[in-house]
């Protein structure tokens, strides 16, 4: 009997971590693409600073921005700047290719963004553990108007 219900119990773990196809999805059918945004630099994160990451459709053809999905940090902390951003698998088209793209801004301005984007979800490309580097919009002693 303890043998029978040792086996049920390693059967019933195996098969609650197991993962679900190609994307790892949640109760509500989601999934998620997650990493750390890397700055060269130690930056002090002023208040009211927002981050959007996304990750977004890159077509051939110029049209308007097409996202899966998009996450909003507010006012940062520290750098590396974990993210997860949630979409939907239904949505992923297999013949389309998909990068993640973050944006810092200030009360004003945008003063990061990631470079170069990075593939992800499609073409043998990874949704987890992603590193997303950030660079500076405008150079050093440079404003905007």
Excluded: C, W
């Excluded at 043998?3 to 059918?29: C, I």
């Amino acid at each position: 009997m303890y043998r029978v219900l040792l086996t049920f119990v390693m059967l019933l773990l195996a098969a609650s971590s197991a993962r679900t196809g190609p994307f790892d999805k949640d109760s509500k059918g989601t999934a998620r693409v997650t990493g750390v945004l890397v700055f060269k630099e130690k930056l002090d994160f002023l208040p009211g600073t927002m981050i959007e990451v996304t990750i977004r459709e890159e077509g051939a053809t110029p049209k308007p921005e097409v996202n899966l999905g998009k996450q909003v940090i507010r006012d940062p902390r520290d750098a590396p700047i974990p993210f997860a951003v949630e979409y939907n698998p239904a949505d992923v088209k297999k013949d389309t290719r998909y990068t993640v793209n973050a944006r810092l801004f200030t009360t004003r301005e945008m003063q990061y963004s990631s470079s170069p984007a990075v593939p992800v979800l499609t073409q043998k490309n990874p949704s987890r553990d992603l590193r997303v580097f950030m660079v500076p919009t405008t150079r050093r002693g440079e404003t905007s108007r």
